[in-house]
């Protein structure tokens, strides 16, 4: 199965096999910052995953983690590029850490769970979304909490076997992008949510492989993603596309 970050733990839970954050990958994880003056993303030519920058030209490589144990994943700016919010992806669990651009400051979130990850920034800053794996009821669910862990609510209930990844908060707050993962290969569709009513849409086919990495727009009119993108089929090249968001 190919694989760009689409791993953060693999276990069967019944009919769920659970593939929701990078495994090792050169520069699997990459987001930039909010005024576009550096690139961040992970890599493991130190043996483990590690947070780096780098400017957009490819100049100033910055390694920002130092871990001496787990795989840093799925780094996210905060909304005014102070932090760095990231997954560290254990032999046995995984946690979420926010890190300052420079390395200072690594502080461990009071995330509740044995596995939880893919964290995403909320548009205020003050918050996080996370995904937490939910063994009873076999499925992976998205939810949003303060920094110190107060204040959590479950956002999304995909169906059993399901799972859902790669929350995304829109500019304004208002909307959450996530992908949401199927039983199958391949099944891996595009959805929206209002975080305000709760109601989710999807926007793309359940086929459509999905990539874990998605992006808003600065005017949150329009979502990048790519299509086709970890399966191959027969005269079938993955894209990076864009889809309004009405």
Same mark, same amino acid.
């Given at each position: 199965?190919?694989?760009?970050?689409?791993?953060?733990?693999?276990?069967?839970?019944?009919?769920?096999?659970?593939?929701?954050?990078?495994?090792?990958?050169?520069?699997?994880?990459?987001?930039?910052?909010?005024?576009?003056?550096?690139?961040?993303?992970?890599?493991?030519?130190?043996?483990?995953?590690?947070?780096?920058?780098?400017?957009?030209?490819?100049?100033?490589?910055?390694?920002?983690?130092?871990?001496?144990?787990?795989?840093?994943?799925?780094?996210?700016?905060?909304?005014?590029?102070?932090?760095?919010?990231?997954?560290?992806?254990?032999?046995?669990?995984?946690?979420?850490?926010?890190?300052?651009?420079?390395?200072?400051?690594?502080?461990?979130? *009071?995330? &509740? !769970?044995?596995f939880?990850?893919? +964290?995403?920034?909320?548009? /205020? =800053? #003050?918050?996080?979304? $996370?995904l @937490? %794996?939910?063994?009873?009821?076999?499925?992976?669910?998205?939810?949003?909490?303060?920094?110190?862990?107060?204040?959590?609510?479950?956002?999304?209930? *995909?169906? &059993? !076997?399901?799972?859902?990844?790669? +929350?995304?908060?829109?500019? /304004? =707050? #208002?909307?959450?992008? $996530?992908? @949401? %993962?199927?039983?199958?290969?391949?099944?891996?569709?595009?959805?929206?949510?209002d975080?305000?009513?709760g109601?989710?849409?999807?926007?793309?086919?359940?086929? &459509?492989?999905?990539?874990?990495?998605?992006?808003?727009?600065?005017?949150?009119?329009r979502?990048?993603?790519?299509?086709?993108?970890?399966?191959?089929?027969?005269?079938?090249?993955?894209?990076?596309?864009?889809?309004?968001?009405?």
């Amino acid at each position: 199965m190919p694989i760009l970050r689409r791993t953060i733990f693999t276990l069967t839970l019944l009919a769920l096999v659970a593939v929701f954050c990078p495994a090792s990958a050169f520069a699997g994880d990459r987001t930039g910052s909010p005024d576009q003056g550096l690139i961040t993303f992970t890599s493991d030519v130190t043996g483990l995953g590690q947070v780096y920058t780098i400017k957009p030209d490819g100049s100033g490589l910055r390694q920002v983690t130092h871990l001496e144990a787990g795989d840093a994943s799925a780094p996210d700016w905060s909304p005014n590029g102070r932090w760095i919010a990231f997954g560290v992806d254990l032999p046995d669990s995984s946690r979420i850490a926010i890190v300052r651009p420079d390395g200072s400051d690594l502080t461990w979130l *009071p995330i &509740a !769970g044995d596995f939880v990850g893919q +964290p995403t920034f909320t548009a /205020d =800053g #003050r918050g996080i979304g $996370f995904l @937490r %794996l939910d063994f009873v009821k076999n499925t992976v669910p998205l939810f949003a909490a303060r920094l110190d862990g107060s204040h959590e609510r479950q956002l999304t209930e *995909p169906p &059993a !076997g399901q799972g859902d990844d790669e +929350p995304n908060m829109s500019p /304004d =707050g #208002r909307m959450m992008s $996530f992908v @949401r %993962l199927g039983p199958n290969d391949g099944d891996a569709a595009l959805f929206t949510m209002d975080l305000r009513s709760g109601h989710t849409k999807q926007l793309t086919p359940a086929k &459509a492989d999905v990539a874990i990495q998605t992006g808003w727009s600065p005017n949150g009119q329009r979502i990048v993603f790519s299509q086709d993108a970890y399966f191959a089929k027969p005269g079938v090249s993955g894209n990076v596309m864009t889809i309004w968001h009405l």
